[in-house]
């Protein structure tokens, strides 16, 4: 679909004017929504690539799609020349998972993940009209950029990916850095901790688990599920992306233009105590089957939240209980 003249150049009016990238995507769609609802305009651009099925993410749009004050551009970031004149980009689209990204599919990482990425901090740093209006671009970066360090992960801290994933998501990091060095684009990168709750991709595990325990077939850990993960709600994730890009800085100046903040959930579990939670939340007991550790998978994920909550002001809402119990309940509820 070609962008329309309109939506290219933004037109004059005093709503705030959002551009979310993977706007079709689990997290991209529910920040739309919220957008939205809080009286922005939103621009999505999406491509939905095959990483899943394209029906879901219709269903995740499918009320923005209804929206007086939304527009969809289904294209390829990479493929673009031109990108839409607003106030905040909310860069979301990617190649998401960790295991898909070995061998050739790297590929798929590098395009989605990094040249996508760079191809709109060039334009926002340097289009003459998109530039100036610009107040602010997040970037949705990810946990995976650190690899299996010293607990808990704080953003000063040495990083080293232990995936192909993550090796991409940090790129992409650089890039927002450099941009903002280079050119003064106004971004801020957001290292969200395993992000769950209504609308989750299929191939995650929570989605996966309590589908399988719902239906009674056996779920698979990988490993010996001692490995932890700090699992943070949607809400809280989308809460972020808000709090990036408006929340005024405590110290009255955008301080935080170029940096990077963990988003963490502050729900640390195992992946066993997870499957008990998962159990508590749909009153069904699981059927467990163990294999091996999948390459790439870091042995624990935990956020020092303190940066967040001093540069942002934001910090998570949502307990993994209450969070598993939303979940369940909106699956129950037919999705
Ligand atoms: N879900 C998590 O737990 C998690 C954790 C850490 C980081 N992240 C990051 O958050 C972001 C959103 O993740 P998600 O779970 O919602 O993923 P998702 O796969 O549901 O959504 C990503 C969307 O981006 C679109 N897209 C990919 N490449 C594109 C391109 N070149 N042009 C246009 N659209 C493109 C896809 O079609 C998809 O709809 C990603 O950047 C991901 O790396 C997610």
């Given at each position: 679909?070609?962008?329309?003249?309109?939506?290219i150049e933004?037109?004059?009016?005093?709503?705030?004017k959002a551009?979310v990238?993977?706007?079709a995507?689990?997290?991209?769609?529910?920040?739309?929504?919220?957008l939205?609802?809080?009286?922005?305009?939103?621009?999505?651009?999406?491509?939905f690539?095959?990483?899943?099925?394209?029906?879901?993410?219709?269903?995740?749009?499918?009320?923005?799609?209804?929206?007086?004050?939304?527009?969809?551009?289904?294209?390829?970031?990479?493929?673009?020349?031109?990108?839409?004149?607003?106030?905040?980009?909310?860069?979301?689209?990617?190649?998401?998972?960790?295991?898909?990204s070995?061998?050739?599919?790297?590929?798929?990482?590098?395009?989605?993940n990094?040249?996508a990425?760079?191809?709109l901090?060039?334009?926002?740093?340097t289009?003459a009209?998109?530039s100036?209006?610009l107040?602010?671009f997040?970037?949705?970066?990810s946990?995976?950029?650190y690899g299996?360090?010293?607990?808990?992960?704080?953003?000063?801290?040495m990083?080293?990916p232990?995936?192909?994933?993550g090796?991409?998501?940090?790129?992409?990091?650089?890039?927002?850095?450099l941009?903002?060095?280079?050119f003064c684009?106004?971004?801020v990168?957001?290292?969200?901790?395993?992000?769950?709750?209504?609308?989750?991709?299929?191939?995650?595990?929570?989605?996966?688990f309590?589908?399988?325990?719902?239906?009674?077939?056996?779920?698979?850990?990988?490993?010996?599920g001692?490995?932890?993960?700090?699992?943070?709600?949607?809400d809280?994730?989308?809460?972020a992306?808000?709090?990036?890009?408006?929340?005024a800085?405590?110290?009255g100046?955008p301080?935080?233009?170029?940096?990077?903040?963990?988003i963490?959930?502050?729900n640390?579990?195992?992946?066993?105590?997870?499957i008990a939670?998962?159990e508590?939340?749909t009153g069904?007991?699981?059927?467990?089957?163990?294999?091996?550790?999948q390459?790439?998978?870091?042995?624990?994920?935990?956020?020092?939240?303190?940066?967040?909550?001093?540069?942002?002001?934001?910090?998570?809402?949502?307990?993994i209980h209450e969070?598993?119990?939303?979940?369940?309940?909106?699956?129950?509820?037919?999705l």
């Amino acid at each position: 679909m070609e962008a329309s003249k309109k939506e290219i150049e933004g037109d004059s009016d005093n709503v705030p004017k959002a551009l979310v990238t993977g706007c079709a995507g689990f997290i991209g769609s529910t920040l739309t929504d919220r957008l939205l609802a809080d009286g922005f305009e939103v621009i999505g651009i999406d491509r939905f690539s095959d990483y899943y099925a394209r029906e879901l993410k219709e269903q995740n749009l499918a009320a923005a799609m209804q929206h007086p004050r939304f527009t969809l551009i289904e294209e390829d970031i990479v493929e673009m020349d031109a990108f839409p004149v607003v106030d905040y980009v909310f860069h979301l689209a990617a190649q998401a998972g960790v295991r898909a990204s070995w061998g050739r599919s790297f590929d798929i990482y590098t395009r989605d993940n990094i040249q996508a990425t760079q191809r709109l901090l060039d334009f926002y740093a340097t289009d003459a009209t998109a530039s100036p209006r610009l107040k602010r671009f997040v970037y949705s970066s990810s946990s995976s950029v650190y690899g299996d360090i010293e607990l808990p992960m704080r953003e000063d801290r040495m990083v080293q990916p232990v995936s192909p994933y993550g090796v991409s998501k940090l790129a992409a990091e650089h890039l927002c850095y450099l941009y903002r060095k280079n050119f003064c684009v106004p971004t801020v990168s957001l290292r969200y901790f395993t992000v769950y709750g209504p609308r989750q991709r299929p191939d995650m595990g929570i989605n996966k688990f309590v589908r399988a325990i719902q239906k009674g077939d056996p779920i698979t850990i990988y490993g010996d599920g001692t490995q932890t993960r700090d699992f943070t709600y949607i809400d809280d994730a989308v809460e972020a992306n808000v709090a990036a890009a408006l929340a005024a800085p405590l110290s009255g100046k955008p301080a935080y233009l170029g940096e990077t903040f963990n988003i963490g959930g502050g729900n640390r579990i195992s992946v066993r105590d997870l499957i008990a939670a998962i159990e508590g939340a749909t009153g069904k007991t699981a059927r467990i089957e163990y294999a091996d550790e999948q390459k790439g998978d870091v042995q624990d994920t935990w956020a020092a939240a303190a940066k967040a909550e001093q540069g942002l002001g934001w910090s998570a809402k949502v307990r993994i209980h209450e969070g598993l119990r939303r979940y369940v309940a909106w699956i129950d509820g037919g999705l």
